[in-house]
């Protein structure tokens, strides 16, 4: 059976701070942050949103007429849950108007989580092929103001159907999977900002890199040649260029050039909004359909998928017809060029204005024109407002 991703959302605030101006304020050269992390711009995330709100606003893009009463499962992958109870798609599935008979949970794996609600989802659709899943990677990565890890903060959503004969991309039956008890990321439960092991973490992720991709090339008889592209998870596109390294002396000059390549293509968006845990490799996936100029349909991509503490995992995507968008590349480019620049004082304010753990209502005079946003806390229960109707 042919299953795989049929549409893709992509959703982050209309806020970002400059790495260059960044770098300048925190006595840096702008080139550590430019090549030697990799990243140009940063989104910041105001009070108004949360990864509920961000979650809608990247999925009710691609929920329509066709697709509405069809999805009976929905995954909210993501690390920064808003209830240590209620799963975010119980909200989500309540602001689309999606069906209520339907299974609704939240899954977490740091920044696997994603990965997981899709290999769930595809066997779900195997055993259901009239009907269809929705998975969602919605999160905010904080490491604090001034700390090594700020470079690599971020935000934002993708969303993903799931589907039988899927317009974008098939994915493959079986993957390859390598997981241990690794502690070079983690987030306390009474903290909003993550605790890393920065150099670790990047040890732990070319390895499991390349224990998945070897795995699955011996498993299927394949070579690394055979592949278009290969798509990361991208906390940092720097990450990503170390583990496509790692493999590069086993391909020809020619396909490593044509790699390095559609690399580039993958790391274009990530590049201008940073971290998005759970969302990073399907971001990732997302710019390379959308800035590669040589995909054509039936062309491989191998997929890493990275999970700190810590779980990897390397399956394949094959591109369908109907994998190009130029409706939802357009909508990306106008999101990204749109947004508002902080300075770096006002992002430093907007980023201490967040927070999930205060029971209180927020104020402030953030504009948030979005069509879903989260509005404060009553009485312990969240608030969320819809701007105008989701695509019915």
Not at 6 to 14: A, Q, R, Y
Not at 71 to 82: A, D, K, N, P, Y
Not at 217 to 229: G, Q, R, S
Not at 291 to 313: P, R, T
């Amino acid at each position: 059976m042919n299953v795989g991703i049929d549409k893709i959302g992509f959703f982050t605030p209309n806020y970002y701070v400059d790495m260059v101006e960044l770098a300048k304020a925190r006595n840096e050269d702008p080139n550590k942050y430019l090549i030697g992390i990799g990243q140009t711009e940063q989104a910041v995330i105001p009070p108004t949103q949360d990864t509920v709100t961000m979650a809608a606003n990247a999925a009710s893009q691609i929920i329509n007429d066709a697709n509405r009463k069809k999805i009976s499962l929905i995954i909210f992958g993501t690390e920064t849950g808003v209830d240590n109870s209620k799963s975010g798609a119980i909200y989500l599935q309540n602001l689309l108007k999606l069906k209520r008979e339907a299974r609704a949970f939240e899954i977490k794996q740091a920044c696997y989580g994603a990965t997981a609600g899709i290999q769930m989802a595809k066997d779900f659709v195997k055993a259901h092929p009239e009907q269809q899943a929705l998975v969602i990677g919605s999160d905010i990565a904080r490491y604090g103001v001034a700390t090594p890890g700020e470079v690599t903060q971020g935000g934002g959503a993708i969303a993903m159907t799931i589907a039988n004969d899927p317009d974008i991309m098939e994915l493959s039956s079986d993957s390859s999977v390598y997981s241990d008890d690794i502690m070079d990321f983690w987030r306390p439960l009474n903290k909003t900002e993550a605790v890393v092991d920065g150099h670790y973490s990047n040890d732990i992720y070319q390895d499991f890199f390349y224990k998945t991709i070897h795995n699955y090339l011996d498993n299927h008889d394949m070579t690394l040649a055979e592949f278009k592209a290969l798509v990361f998870h991208l906390p940092y596109t720097k990450m990503g260029l170390k583990g496509l390294r790692k493999v590069l002396p086993e391909v020809s000059e020619t396909k490593q050039t044509e790699l390095l390549k559609e690399f580039e293509a993958s790391r274009v968006y990530s590049k201008r909004v940073g971290n998005l845990y759970t969302g990073s490799l399907y971001l990732s996936l997302l710019s390379l359909l959308d800035n590669s100029s040589d995909l054509k349909a039936n062309d491989k991509v191998g997929i890493f998928s990275y999970g700190s503490g810590a779980q990897g995992e390397f399956f394949v995507g094959t591109l369908k017809e109907n994998f190009k968008n130029g409706e939802r590349k357009l909508r990306i480019k106008q999101l990204l060029d749109e947004r508002t620049k902080l300075s770096v004082s006002e992002y430093e304010n907007m980023f201490n204005q967040w927070t999930n753990l205060d029971p209180d209502n927020f104020t402030g005079d953030v504009i948030d024109n979005s069509e879903f946003t989260f509005n404060g806390i009553v009485d312990e229960k969240r608030q969320y407002s819809t701007k105008k109707l989701t695509n019915s």
